[in-house]
């Protein structure tokens, strides 16, 4: 079974780092794409970044030049390096994965998510 565990999460004062990492695991062909999303406290849910095997990359607006995408192919993980952090980044941010998984000689292609991690920034 593919799994998805998302860590890295915390809380952190305005203008911190924090890198949070997305490992997905299991019968892994490969992954096409691995997006972030992220959800703030009673609202609805926004991408933050996505990437794809080939290392393309788009964001969000409001987190270009602060957010970097990025993954090891090798460990089918992604990882979201985030710099000047602001409160308004604070959400549960969640990964999902485009995932080709090997079913014992037949391949198919799944879209799968992880349970999140929080992200609080606060002074």
């Known amino acids: 079974q593919v799994q998805l565990v998302e860590s890295g999460g915390g809380l952190v004062q305005p203008g911190d780092s924090l890198t949070l990492s997305c490992a997905a695991s299991g019968s892994i062909v490969n992954v096409p794409a691995l997006t972030w999303y992220r959800q703030p406290p009673g609202k609805e849910r926004e991408l933050v970044a996505r990437i794809n095997i080939h290392g393309d990359t788009n964001y969000e607006d409001s987190v270009k030049g602060r957010f970097t995408i990025s993954r090891d192919n090798a460990k089918n993980t992604a990882y979201l390096q985030m710099n000047s952090l602001k409160p308004e980044d604070t959400a549960l941010y969640f990964c999902?994965?485009?995932?080709?998984?090997?079913?014992?000689?037949?391949?198919?292609?799944?879209?799968?998510r992880g349970q999140g991690t929080q992200v609080t920034v606060s002074s």
């Open positions: 999902t994965a485009d995932v080709w998984e090997d079913g014992g000689g037949e391949h198919r292609l799944l879209n799968i």
